[in-house]
């Protein structure tokens, strides 16, 4: 019964490494955003600076109507969590209020968007964009107050994100397959478990 004593030793070396080599980096090969409730938010097209908000944000993919896509942003701050990120929303008033206006821009969706105060969602029209004479615009919370002409279309609300979405949100890979992995606790109990029996065979 000695001779199992080797194999023993073997499978446990095994199993720890294992346990070791969770903490290594691994691919996501489709990064996506989910909510509190596990919730399917939208899927990350990529990353890039923003001039608006400061820093990096993830350009997500949603589908607006059957037809029609828009792309909305989000950054996690550096004291806080992954959120929408707000504006810019531009206004003809100095005071950030009345009609919101949204720049149109040659990209990938088919309709200018951007997320307001209260996480309202506002829709740009497809149609004709027409010159806008700006006085202040909203952006990452804050109103601030400048001059200078933008192209836009009829622009209308469509609610709130928040009766769609729940914080909070994280970073997942809608790809990777659900497995249900031990702990390396549970690795360690089961290393020990198979060390006893090994000696109970050796001393038989």
Not at 39 to 63: E, M, Q, T
Not at 145 to 172: E, K, M, R, W, Y
Request: aromatic share 8%.
């Amino acid at each position: 019964m000695r001779s199992l004593v080797a194999p023993v030793a073997i499978f446990a070396t095994l199993v720890l490494t294992l346990a070791a080599s969770g903490q290594t980096l691994s691919s996501v090969s489709n990064p996506s955003i989910k909510d509190g409730s596990g919730k399917l938010v939208g899927h990350i097209l990529g990353y890039g600076s923003d001039s608006y908000a400061g820093g990096s944000v993830a350009s997500v993919l949603f589908k607006y109507n059957s037809s029609d896509s828009v792309i909305l942003r989000m950054q996690k701050p550096l004291d806080g969590t992954l959120n929408w990120v707000s504006g810019p929303l531009f206004y003809t008033t100095g005071d950030c209020t009345g009609q919101v206006y949204l720049t149109r821009e040659p990209g990938v969706a088919d309709r200018d968007a951007a997320v307001g105060p209260g996480n309202v969602l506002f829709v740009s029209d497809t149609g004709v964009s027409h010159p806008v004479l700006v006085h202040s615009y909203f952006v990452n919370s804050q109103c601030s107050v400048a001059t200078f002409s933008i192209n836009s279309a009829t622009v209308t609300s469509a609610g709130s994100l928040d009766t769609q979405f729940h914080s909070p949100f994280t970073i997942v890979d809608s790809s990777a397959q659900s497995v249900t992995a031990l702990s390396v606790s549970e690795l360690l109990v089961l290393v020990l478990a198979l060390a006893i029996v090994g000696l109970v065979l050796i001393k038989r």
